[in-house]
């Protein structure tokens, strides 16, 4: 199916049993791979109807949806680019219209960047503010159309918001920075509609875009105060957790699963 955001493909089976999550829609941009993967995977564990956005990688959106929906979940991937509001808008409301409803938003995708100060162009700049802090705020304004009183909104910052701990980060730092505003602003402003809105930094975390035996691993594994990388689903259960019941009196809080980075 195509819809204004892209390509989307949905396949779906009956929920079973009682689970945390049982009837709740949630949508996670940069859902494919990753610490976005393990969110949806583990949203839907906990019976959620999970919608994930991918840019590239048709295929690892569609493993993600294999594995959900093999397990007797319901899952729908759809090509959305953060860099286009209008992408961003069309992934929200098409969650709404697929699923019913919406009640968890994850705000996940996001681009790195690392290197010298002087050499971060201007092109740099809007595709990493676009990118981490446009599409946040775009996606919060859209969903927040769409959550039922008592809905989430969970943000992925980053432990380089916290602490920066070596050079080079500077515009990456100053993106997921911004999330720290955000999250308290709007949890502010939604918290009389019981929609809680949260924040999680993740530290050196092995995936793909930054593995546990990659170039700049033991430096980083080295800043933390376990030693180690941490997995994807340590941040999924962060998350899951908050989207839950034990997160419902919890809002406007930043919450580190970095292994000690930012300490």
């Known amino acids: 199916m195509t819809t204004p955001a892209g ?24 859902g494919s791979r990753g610490i976005g993967a393990a969110i949806a995977l583990r949203l839907a564990a906990d019976g959620a109807a999970v919608a ?20 007797g979940g319901r899952a729908w991937a759809v090509r959305a680019d ?11 409301a098409g969650t709404a219209d697929r699923f019913g409803r919406l009640d968890i938003l994850v705000n996940n995708a996001g681009v790195g960047l690392i290197g010298p100060f002087e050499g971060v162009s ?18 919060a304004q859209a969903a927040a159309a769409h959550l ?15 602490r920066s701990a070596f050079p080079g980060g500077a515009l990456y730092t100053t993106s997921k ?18 929609i809680t809105v949260n924040l999680v ?19 980083q594994a080295g800043l933390t105060a376990l030693g180690s990388y941490g997995r994807p689903s340590d941040v999924a259960a962060t ?16 919450i580190s699963v970095d292994g000690g980075f930012a300490v």
């Open 177 to 194: 920075a911004a999330l720290t505003g955000l999250t308290k602003a709007l949890a502010r402003e939604l918290g009389p509609r019981g």
């Open 239 to 254: 998350v899951a957790h908050l989207a839950g019941e034990g997160g419902r009196y919890v809002t406007g809080a930043a």
């Open 52 to 71: 994930l956005t991918y840019q590239h990688g048709e295929d690892r959106a569609a493993q993600v949806v294999e594995r959900i929906t093999r397990d």
């Open 201 to 219: 930094h993740p530290g050196p975390i092995d995936t793909d875009m930054n593995p546990a035996d990659g170039e700049s691993a033991a430096l």
């Open 122 to 139: 201007l092109a740099d700049v809007d595709r990493v503010l676009q990118t981490n802090v446009r599409a946040p705020f775009l996606a």
């Open 82 to 92: 953060s860099r286009d509001p209008e992408a961003v808008w069309a992934s929200v």
């Open 7 to 30: 390509t989307a493909t949905e396949t779906a089976a009956a929920d079973t049993g009682t689970r945390p999550l049982d009837g709740r829609v949630a949508l996670v941009t940069g």
């Open 148 to 162: 039922a009183d008592g809905g989430r909104i969970i943000s992925i910052g980053s432990c380089m918001a916290e």
